[in-house]
């Protein structure tokens, strides 16, 4: 361990978490080790390199997101606060419309 990091742990301080990371892969040179590299040249990237690191580490692909089904979204969509002030806005605007001097045939006009 760093000097540093031996003084924060004495004095009650936690030390970085990256550091205990980093010592869990044996510093510089674990890391170097896990993944099949130089310290000085570091990854080659020629193809025979590149077919070998893919061959061993696998494709570096990311998941694709899992997509919501429709009810889901739905559900989520009814948990937002705007969408219920936008339905009570709509609700009391029909009532007062239907309520109207000209009654139910303001909303059938549009007026």
Same mark, same amino acid.
């Given at each position: ?8 742990? $004495?004095? %009650?301080? =936690? ?5 205990? &990371?980093?010592?869990?892969? /044996? !510093?510089?040179? &674990?890391?170097?080790?896990?993944? *099949?590299?130089?310290?000085?040249? &570091? ?6 390199? +590149?077919? =070998?690191?893919?061959?061993?580490? %696998? ?10 089904? +429709?009810?889901? *979204?739905?559900?989520?969509?009814? %948990? ?9 806005? $709509? ?5 007062? /419309? !239907?309520? *109207?001097?000209? /009654? %139910? $045939?303001?909303?059938?006009?549009? $007026?």
């Amino acid at each position: 361990m760093f000097a540093w990091a031996k003084t924060a742990a $004495a004095q %009650g301080e =936690r030390p970085l978490k990256s550091l205990h &990371g980093l010592a869990d892969h /044996g !510093y510089a040179d &674990g890391i170097v080790s896990k993944l *099949s590299t130089d310290a000085n040249i &570091g990854v080659v990237g020629d193809r025979k390199d +590149l077919a =070998r690191r893919r061959q061993v580490f %696998g494709t570096n692909t990311r998941p694709r997101p899992r997509l919501p089904t +429709l009810c889901g *979204s739905i559900r989520e969509q009814l %948990g937002q606060c705007l969408w219920w002030v936008v339905a009570v806005t $709509a609700l009391l605007t029909g009532v007062c /419309g !239907y309520f *109207s001097p000209k /009654g %139910g $045939a303001a909303i059938a006009e549009g $007026a």
